[in-house]
């Protein structure tokens, strides 16, 4: 009885999110990596003490554990991560929610694959100008960027990098976001809506104004491309690909002489908005005229039961701690 009680469990559960199941996902993607943080935080410090790890000035203990302890640092950096994995798989089994509703599947052919490493290579050539022209207007008005403290100057420190904010962030924020987010947003709006909404939550669960711009543009390519395959599996090749070549580059300038550090002049920030057009131009290009021809899945977009709370809940939480965090 028991076993067939299980059975009729998982052909009861929902194959889909909701705008609802969105705004609940991203508040919980907002809040549950600062518990986990603040968890593994205590905990370090605790194993810090206990195995005598002192510094000449006690005051900020954690913050000068998480820069040069890297026992401390590399799980700190993955508790965010860890967290988007709780969430999803913690809301899934409280709602009753099926793994499928996420449209995790590997089935996206091997032009649709190489199409994706392709557009990860765009989104990085077409926005860097960009997004280091915004990287000196922060620095210009006061504003500190963030660097990891992981050092990248030899290849297994490449490969550490690689896995801990390359692979790992790459599959699960694509979960969240759009397997999750626009999935569930998607369900009660049109395309353009869910795009604007979940790339606004993409962004602001970076809890930066200095990480606004980027991952909003990332976030209306991948949900775009999401969109048009019906995989998640192409974000995640999308986003790693984006990754795996800013970690790269990175490395190559720490080990040989190549310097790739953009002067902001205003020829250069006319440059870098155009080579950004150009990479907007070839993004519309890709859906206008190769997915034009494809049998694109009919989505059928249901009526609003209620007011959308939790939605408006979480872009007015979420442009307070980015405005929070920026000024503190």
């Known amino acids: 009885m028991e076993k067939q009680n299980e059975n009729q469990n998982v052909f009861d559960r929902r194959n889909f999110y909701n705008s609802k199941d969105a705004g609940w996902a991203f508040i919980l993607a907002l809040f549950v990596p600062f518990a986990v943080a603040l968890l593994v935080m205590f905990i370090g410090m605790y194993i810090g003490k206990v195995a005598g790890v002192e510094f000449a000035n006690d005051d900020n203990y954690?913050?000068?554990?998480?820069?040069?302890?890297?026992?401390?640092?590399?799980?700190?950096?993955?508790?965010t991560q860890v967290s988007f994995i709780l969430v999803f798989f913690l809301y899934n089994k409280k709602n009753n929610i099926s793994f499928s509703a996420s449209k995790f599947s590997f089935?996206?052919?091997?032009?649709?694959?190489?199409?994706?490493?392709?557009?990860?290579?765009?989104?990085?050539?077409?926005f860097v100008m960009l997004i280091s022209c915004f990287d000196s207007l922060w620095v210009k008005i006061g504003l500190g960027l963030t660097e990891s403290p992981l050092?990248?100057?030899?290849?297994?420190?490449?490969?550490?990098?690689?896995i801990v904010l390359g692979?790992?962030?790459a599959i699960c924020e694509e979960f969240v976001f759009r397997g999750m987010i626009f999935s569930g947003l998607r369900k009660n709006f049109s395309l353009i809506p869910s795009i604007i909404i979940s790339s606004l939550f993409f962004a602001f669960v970076h809890t930066s104004i200095q990480q606004l711009v980027y991952p909003f543009v990332m976030g209306v390519i991948l949900a775009l491309f999401f969109e048009r395959t019906g995989s998640i599996f192409v974000g995640i090749i999308i986003h790693f690909t984006n990754n795996f070549i800013t970690i790269l580059l990175t490395y190559l300038?720490?080990?040989?002489?190549l310097d790739l550090t953009i002067k902001i002049k205003w020829w250069v920030v006319l440059i870098a908005i155009a080579v950004a057009l150009v990479a907007g131009a070839i993004v519309y290009i890709i859906d206008r005229f190769y997915f034009k021809h494809k049998s694109k899945e009919e989505i059928e977009v249901e009526k609003l039961p209620s007011f959308p709370v939790m939605l408006v809940v979480g872009l007015v939480v979420g442009a307070m701690v980015v405005i929070l965090s920026t000024c503190l």
């Open 62 to 79: 954690a913050q000068k554990l998480y820069e040069t302890k890297y026992w401390f640092t590399i799980p700190y950096m993955l508790s």
């Open 107 to 126: 089935k996206i052919g091997y032009k649709n694959a190489l199409l994706s490493v392709f557009m990860g290579i765009v989104c990085f050539a077409g």
């Open 151 to 162: 050092p990248l100057d030899t290849f297994g420190w490449f490969v550490v990098n690689l």
């Open 167 to 169: 692979i790992i962030p």
């Open 253 to 257: 300038q720490n080990v040989t002489s």
